[in-house]
C-alpha cells in the first residue's frame, strides 16, 4: 500500500478521471470509511491540525516529487477553494488503471505493455518489450533468435527459463550492435520490495552476461514497481540496481539540458 500522501495523489487521480475539476475535501468527496482513515493518516504523516492543511502539505510534497523527476504534477490545485483540476488526464488515467491491477498476478502482462507505452513518451533509442508472457516469439527457438538480432550471443533462454529475468530492454542511441549500452527495466507489479529486485536483477545479469563484446556489468540494471519511490522509502546503502515508480514514467516538463562548467 501506497503512504498516505501517494494514497491521497491515487485518491485526487481516480477523482479527476470521473471529473475533471473538482473540489476534494473530508466533506465534499464524502468519502467511504476507507478514505476517511486516509485522511487521518494523510494528518499524521503531514503533521498536521486540519484535513484542509494536510491536503495543502501533500500536494505540496507531490510538487517537489514531480520535479525531482524532471515533470510536473499532473493536476492544479487552489488551496483557498480546495479545487484540483486535472492537467495530464491521459497520465491521471494511467495511475488509475494501475492501482486497480496492483499486486494481481494475472495483470503482470497489462503492467509491462503500460509501462512501455509510458517509457516511450520519455526516452529515446529502441525499447522492447520481451518479457513472459509474449504477444510473439512465445517459443524459446524464437525468443533466443530475436534476442541474437539485439546483439546476443548464444542462448539466453535454457531449461525452464520463461523470460530470462528479462521484461523490458532499452537500447540506449550510443554506438551500434553489438556495441551498444542496454538499459535492462525489469517490471513488478506490486510495491516496493528490495528482495524481490535483487532477485529479479540477478536473473536478468546472467542473461545480460551472453550479450556480445559488453560485459553485464556495463549495462544498467532497473527495477520499476508499481509504486511510488521517493527517499524515505529506499535504503540508504549502496544498491545494485535503479530502483523506479509510477512517476518516473510521467512526461518530461522540457526538453534535455546541456551545461559546461
Known amino acids: 500500500m501506497p503512504s498516505p500522501i501517494f494514497a ?5 487521480a481516480e477523482e479527476l478521471c470521473s471529473e475533471p475539476s473538482r473540489v476534494i475535501t473530508r466533506e465534499d468527496l464524502q468519502v467511504s470509511e476507507e478514505n476517511a482513515t486516509l485522511f487521518d493518516e494523510l494528518k499524521n504523516e503531514t503533521n498536521s491540525p486540519t ?5 495543502r502539505v501533500a500536494v505540496t510534497t507531490l510538487d517537489s516529487h ?17 479545487r484540483f483540476d486535472a492537467v ?3 497520465f491521471l488515467q494511467f495511475i488509475k488503471q494501475m492501482s486497480n491491477i496492483r499486486s494481481i498476478g494475472t495483470r503482470s502482462q497489462e503492467f509491462e505493455l503500460q509501462v512501455l507505452e509510458k517509457l516511450r513518451g520519455r526516452v529515446t533509442g529502441s525499447l522492447h518489450r520481451v518479457g513472459h508472457p509474449r504477444l510473439t516469439k512465445r517459443k524459446q527457438t524464437e525468443f533466443n533468435a530475436h534476442l541474437k538480432t539485439l546483439g546476443f550471443t548464444g542462448n539466453v533462454l535454457l531449461g525452464k527459463d520463461k523470460d530470462g529475468g528479462l521484461d523490458i530492454l532499452w537500447f540506449l542511441p550510443l554506438g551500434s550492435k553489438p556495441h551498444r549500452p542496454i538499459v535492462s527495466v525489469q517490471c513488478k507489479n506490486g510495491v516496493f520490495d528490495m528482495g524481490e529486485g535483487d532477485q529479479s536483477v540477478g536473473a536478468g545479469q546472467r542473461s545480460l552476461g551472453s550479450h556480445g563484446r559488453l560485459l553485464a556489468s556495463v549495462h544498467v540494471p532497473c527495477v520499476l514497481y508499481n509504486d511510488y519511490l ?14 523506479l515508480g509510477l512517476t518516473d514514467l510521467s512526461p518530461m516538463a522540457e526538453a534535455m539540458t546541456v551545461e559546461a562548467i
Open 8 to 12: 491521497f495523489f491515487e485518491v485526487v
Open 51 to 55: 484535513t484542509e492543511q494536510a491536503i
Open 66 to 82: 514531480f520535479r525531482e523527476k524532471g515533470s510536473t504534477l499532473p493536476f492544479s490545485y487552489d488551496p483557498e477553494s480546495g
Open 88 to 90: 495530464d488526464t491521459p
Open 230 to 243: 521517493y527517499p524515505e522509502i529506499v535504503t540508504p546503502k549502496p544498491m545494485n540496481f535503479v530502483p
